[in-house]
Every structure is written in structure tokens, then in C-alpha cells.
């Protein structure tokens, strides 16, 4: 801190955040909260992989996409699928007409276990399902759109369309699908009974391990020179293309993997609160999921996890004192965070707290006064 | 799927279907007439399009109220009051949004994006503190109720031709007013280029202004009208607004010929399937249709050949 070079006093001040949420995450939470609060900070943070993959593709890439919410269910319905049908042995379902089938097919009279729920009786392949297909619809969705260059509000608008479809898809095929009510009753993993509180604290500690390690990975995809075109691109599509790049694959790669993460946070998602509904899946959640972002700051990583955090805590306990005011203070929030401060908690800390820490800790190093409120303007001036 | 029809019962299946069609295209064209104007014309994404055509709707409801109880003699004619009330109120408000958050996000389209769907979610929560979570309708005067019978097996409602009637009217007034009058003229110039504009003394803020209360007004009378064929609810908006973009990215964000093609279209394809597959089929395979041909597409129908 004393006497080392700008540059890497920011990295080592980037290093001591993480490390205070990784402390917030594996300590604090733990020791403070009870089960029941910490399983809702768990699923919280479901949604914050989700806001870590809008950083990605949408603070520094540049690309808005309204559908996060469909690869989210379809990472969560993969989870759910596997623990419906582990939840529906022949044994347990004795009573139905058909037994060994989950329980609302046999109420929509279906016989049959659908070809696309077979796989799901191997858990390595859900695992792999939980990430693949996010991925590969995120693929089709990005070559066909990219490729052609079509890019912004077009975009946004049609991965919109993609999280309708889906949802009016899960619902009308409700005997595939569970429907509206989705895939309920989810009750163990491998014959771990997951609604236990033990069961539940130890899915918060491996959603909090995962997401530190997501985060690690996207800072890491930043700092590479993936991560600098990904900016370039957002800022100057055409010169970089002009340079020679092929834009449209890196913005390919970053929504895939921004597709990705909302995979695995939905498959966590499902893991913790015990079922998966259309109701996470469309317009409504796709947007909530970018304003997490967006309140926590588009540009920053650690501050998409803690407007997940923060946003998500604001609901439940807006909605639980006053469920009326819930969707006035929302729309107000979505309404500050765009006209009042577009850079989000990160973006206020940058600016008003992190000068105020640097005159405080103004006497103990000459270097740390200069660079960040550099950055802090770089900031601000980011469109 | 045909083979259990006879072929003038299919006949009469594809007139009504078509006749349904038409229905819900005067309602896509009318809903999208309006965001033709904000988003293919202004280039704002306006989420609450479909809220401000909630309060046309809420307007026809109390207008209704109103000549019921205090004017019952002309209930009759209440239906025209109630849409110039409805674009009246929806343009008002329009016209304060714009003041008080568009103006400022003209050069961020992502972020009307975000700011309008607060402005829907605090819309639809004050709909339902004023009026209620239930829905409401409005009892139509006996001259728009009924149908025509054109053949033993093929009907037509008769408000169902109001609408028509009325989205032709007004797809004519809008065409006129942006491309034959000369404030059409001055929008279109500050769509293209708002430095020359400006330059050439054209006040593009109050342009500005005028053409966004004008969408939103247009969203009025399509609240109005809908109030013809369903019932009003908080959140019916909602339900619209995929629909409605979809119709005018469809059509070609610029082109108005465009998203009354696309809005045809789309509510033709939707109906004719309707009848055969179970509705939400119909509509993910509309959608789905839309989706892949704006992929191949992504100007949509009707693209302006402009120079960028």
C-alpha cells in the first residue's frame, strides 16, 4: 500500500474486496442468520450469478438481453426434472394409475415418460444439462442474431420474445411441464434429503463457493485480452471490427457464458427452495434479473452480487410489511437507477465513499491518491 | 387436421377465424400504431406502452360510469366521448413522462428500457390501488351489440367491425399527419439528424414532446377500443407488450405500411392456427415464426433503404 505502483494497488484493493465478500458470504451470513434467512440469502444469490453473467454481456460487452430468465428456468428445470423423477420411484408413486412417472403427468393423463425427461435419470448428465443447454440455446440465439449483426434494442426485444415463448411453451404443455405450478415437491439429491436445514446450509455454503469462484472466472475472462475487445467493442464496434477481429463470435463466447452462469444459479435455485415454475422463467424475472444488475453497477462483478443481494432483500422485506408499496418503490428504484445514478451502488461508492476512504486514509500512502479517482472518473464517463 | 371438416364448413371455419384475425389485427395495429411512433419513429423503448393504453381503457370504464349514471339518455354516443377522454388522458400523461424522464435518456435507448418498466410496474400499482385488483368491463349501448349473419354458418360481431372501422380511421389520421402534414415533416427530421434539425429552427424538444403524447395517446384509443372485446385489468398491459414490439420490429421498426403488414400478419396466423391447435400453441408457434424470420430478417418486413 505504501510505496507499490498504481496499477497494482488497484488489483491488490480489487483482491481486498473480494475478499470482504467472500467474508460477508462464508462468515458473516453464517454466524448472523438463521437457517431460514440464510436459505433466502442462498437463493438470493442464485440470482446473483445471473447479475454476474449481465455484467459480462451486458456492462462490458454491451449486449442487453431480456431472456436471462430463460436460461435461468432451463438450468433450474434440468435440476428439477432430475430430482422430480429421483422423487418419483415406482415405490413412491404406487398409488397412481401409472406409477414410476412424476405425479402431474399422471394428472394429464400421461403415460409415458417423455423422451426428453429419460436422460434426466443420470446425475451426470443433468450436471452437464445444467450448463449445456442454457449454452447451446445461447449459441443458436447469439450465431443467428450476431452473425447478422443485429445488435441493441433488437436484440433485447427478441430474447424478450425467446423468455415469452418459453413461458406460454411450459405452460400450455402442462403435462410435460408441470405447467403453471412447474415441478413441485422436490425431495432429495442422490437420496440427500435437500428440505433439512443441514441440507439447506450446506447448499448456501456450496452456492456461495460457486459464486466467488464464478466471479473469480469472470474477472479473470476480464482481465484477459478477451475482456479489453469485449469493452472495445461496446464502446467502438466497427473499429474493432475494422482491426480485424471477428466481433461476432466474442460476442457469441460472452453470452454463452453469461447463459451459462444463469444455468448453474438456476440449477442452485432449484436445489434450495425445492421447486422450479414458469413464474421464474419469463419477461417479468428476465428484467428484475437486469435491474439486479443494473442497481448494483453494470461495470462491476462484486457489485451485480451485492444488488442481487441488496434488491432481492428489499423485496422480501418490502413485500412482507408493505406488500403495496413493493411495486411503487421498484418501479422507483428502476426509474433512480437509470436517470440518478447509471453506474449503481458500485458506481456511487466509487464516487462519493472512495474519495472520503482516501482522504482518511490519506496520510498513510502518497501512491493510493491519485489512480482511483482516475478510475472513479473513467466511471463515470462510461456510457 | 382438415380431414374432419366438410369444405364449406372449412370455409366458414377460415371466414370467422379470419373475421377473429381481423379483430386482433385492428387491436395489434392500433396498440402498435402508437409505438411505431415512440420506438421505430423516437427510438424509445417504451415498456409502458401497454399501461398507457390501460388507462384509455380506465377512462372508457369511468366515462361509461358516468353517462350510466348521469347522462342516460345519450349513453348511445358515450363511446366516442370516452376514447377523445381516453387519448386525451393517455397523451397528458405521456406528455409528463417525457418531461420528466424520456427527454433526458434520448441518446440511451437500453436505459428508456429500464426506466419505462419502473414507470409500468408504478402504473400498474396505482391502477390497482384506484380501481381495484379485479377486472372491469364496460356494458357496450345495444346498437354495438349483435352480429351479422352473413351466411347460416359465418357471423360477424358487430363490435368487431367498430374497430375496424375505427383502426382504419385512425391508421389514415396517422398516416396523413406524419407524412403529409408539415409537423410530420419536422419529426421525421428530428428522427434523422437533431443537430441539422435544430439548426434549421425546428424546437425538437417540443417536437420531441408532441410526437411521444401522440403515441402514448394513440396507446389511449387502443385502450378504448379494446375495451370493446375484454375486460380491464391492472396488468392486462403487460400481457400486450411482447405482442406489440414484436408487430412493429416485425413490420420494420420505420415503417408504419410495415407494421400494419406485420400486424396482419401475425394476428391471421395466430387465429387460423388457434382453431386447430390449443391457444398457447397457436401463439408459441406464432411467435416462434416471428422469432426465426426476424433472425434471418432482422430489419424486419418492410426496411427502409437508408444509408447509416
Redesign the interface.
Known amino acids: 500500500m505504501k510505496t507499490t505502483p498504481s496499477a497494482s494497488s488497484l488489483m491488490s484493493r480489487e483482491n481486498l474486496y473480494f475478499l470482504v465478500l467472500a467474508a460477508l458470504l462464508l462468515l458473516v451470513f453464517p454466524v448472523l442468520l438463521d437457517a431460514f434467512r440464510l436459505n433466502l440469502v442462498g437463493k438470493y444469490l442464485t440470482y446473483a450469478f445471473v447479475a454476474v453473467g449481465l455484467v459480462l454481456c451486458w456492462g462490458k460487452g454491451g449486449i442487453?438481453s431480456?431472456g436471462q430468465g430463460v436460461f435461468f428456468g432451463l438450468g433450474g428445470y434440468c435440476m428439477a426434472m432430475f430430482l422430480k423423477l429421483e422423487a418419483s420411484s415406482p415405490e413412491a408413486t404406487a398409488s397412481q394409475s401409472t406409477p414410476g412417472i412424476p405425479d402431474f403427468m399422471d394428472w394429464n393423463q400421461v403415460t409415458e415418460l417423455p423422451w426428453f425427461w429419460q436422460p434426466f435419470h443420470s446425475f451426470s448428465f443433468t450436471l452437464i444439462a445444467v450448463v449445456m443447454v442454457p449454452v447451446i440455446l445461447a449459441f443458436i440465439?447469439g450465431v443467428?442474431?450476431f452473425k447478422?449483426?443485429?445488435g441493441?434494442?433488437?436484440f433485447?426485444?427478441?430474447t424478450?420474445?425467446?423468455a415469452?415463448?418459453l413461458t406460454?411453451?411450459i405452460?400450455?404443455q402442462q403435462g410435460f411441464t408441470g405447467g403453471a405450478n412447474g415441478i413441485t415437491d422436490l425431495r432429495t439429491l442422490m437420496g440427500w434429503d435437500i428440505r433439512s436445514n443441514e441440507a439447506k446450509t450446506v447448499l448456501y455454503f456450496v452456492t456461495s463457493g460457486l459464486l466467488l469462484a464464478c466471479v473469480l472466472l469472470a474477472r479473470h475472462v476480464l482481465g484477459s485480452k478477451l475482456g479489453r475487445i469485449l469493452v472495445a467493442m461496446r464502446d467502438q464496434e466497427d473499429r474493432v471490427r475494422f482491426s480485424g477481429y471477428d466481433v461476432a463470435s466474442f460476442k457469441v463466447f460472452v453470452f454463452c457464458l453469461a447463459a451459462a452462469l444463469s444455468g448453474i444459479g438456476g440449477a442452485l435455485f432449484t436445489l434450495q427452495v425445492g421447486f422450479m415454475s414458469p413464474s421464474f422463467v419469463g419477461?417479468?424475472p428476465s428484467?428484475e434479473m437486469?435491474?439486479f444488475c443494473?442497481v448494483g453497477g453494470r461495470h462491476s462483478l462484486l457489485g451485480a452480487v451485492y444488488g442481487a443481494l441488496l434488491v432481492n432483500a428489499a423485496k422480501t422485506g418490502f413485500s412482507e410489511s408493505f406488500p403495496?408499496l413493493w411495486?411503487?418503490a421498484?418501479?422507483?428504484?428502476?426509474?433512480a437507477?437509470?436517470?440518478a445514478f447509471?453506474n449503481g451502488i458500485a458506481g456511487l461508492y466509487q464516487r462519493y465513499l472512495m474519495p472520503l476512504e482516501k482522504r482518511m486514509l490519506g496520510g498513510l500512502g502518497k501512491a493510493a491518491n491519485t489512480p482511483p479517482t482516475a478510475a472513479a472518473r473513467r466511471m463515470e464517463e462510461t456510457? | 387436421m382438415f380431414a374432419d371438416y366438410s369444405m364449406p364448413e372449412l370455409m366458414s371455419i377460415f371466414a370467422m377465424q379470419g373475421f377473429a384475425g381481423l379483430s386482433l389485427f385492428s387491436i395489434f395495429v392500433l396498440m402498435a400504431l402508437g409505438l411505431a411512433i415512440i420506438f421505430g419513429q423516437m427510438g424509445v423503448i417504451n415498456m409502458a406502452h401497454g399501461e398507457f393504453m390501460i388507462l384509455g381503457a380506465y377512462t372508457t370504464y369511468l366515462t361509461a360510469g358516468l353517462f350510466e349514471n348521469v347522462l342516460p339518455g345519450l349513453y348511445g354516443i358515450y363511446f366516442f366521448v370516452a376514447m377523445f377522454l381516453a387519448f386525451i388522458a393517455s397523451a397528458l400523461l405521456g406528455m409528463l413522462v417525457e418531461w420528466l424522464m424520456i427527454r433526458h435518456l434520448y441518446h440511451r435507448p437500453l436505459d428508456t428500457l429500464l426506466a419505462t418498466w419502473g414507470l409500468s410496474l408504478i402504473l400498474q400499482q396505482a391502477y390497482r390501488s384506484i380501481f381495484g385488483a379485479r377486472e372491469v368491463g364496460v356494458s357496450l349501448p345495444d346498437w354495438m351489440m349483435g352480429s351479422i349473419a352473413v351466411t347460416d354458418l359465418v357471423e360477424i360481431p358487430i363490435n368487431g367491425v367498430i374497430v375496424m372501422v375505427l383502426t382504419l380511421v385512425i391508421a389514415t389520421l396517422v398516416y396523413l399527419l406524419m407524412f403529409r402534414s408539415g409537423w410530420g415533416r419536422q419529426v421525421r427530421a428530428v428522427v434523422q439528424n437533431r443537430p441539422m434539425a435544430e439548426a434549421v429552427g425546428i424546437d425538437t424538444g417540443k417536437v420531441d414532446r408532441i410526437t411521444f403524447a401522440l403515441g402514448c395517446g394513440i396507446a389511449g384509443v387502443a385502450g378504448a377500443a379494446f375495451t370493446m372485446i375484454g375486460s380491464t385489468g391492472p396488468t392486462s398491459g403487460q400481457l400486450y407488450i411482447v405482442d406489440t414490439f414484436l408487430v412493429v420490429v416485425f413490420g420494420g421498426a420505420q415503417s408504419l405500411l410495415g407494421t400494419i403488414a406485420s400486424a396482419f400478419t401475425i394476428s391471421q396466423a395466430q387465429s387460423t392456427m388457434e382453431f386447430f391447435l390449443s391457444g398457447s400453441m397457436a401463439k408459441v408457434l406464432t411467435l416462434l415464426v416471428v422469432v426465426g424470420i426476424l433472425m434471418l430478417r432482422p430489419q424486419g418486413l418492410f426496411a427502409l433503404k437508408v444509408r447509416r
Open positions: 442487453l431480456l440465439i443467428a442474431m447478422r449483426r443485429v441493441g434494442v433488437y433485447a426485444i427478441i424478450q420474445a425467446i415469452a415463448i406460454i411453451l405452460i400450455g419477461i417479468v428484467i437486469v435491474i443494473a403495496e411495486l411503487y421498484m418501479g422507483a428504484l428502476f426509474i437507477v437509470v436517470l447509471p456510457p
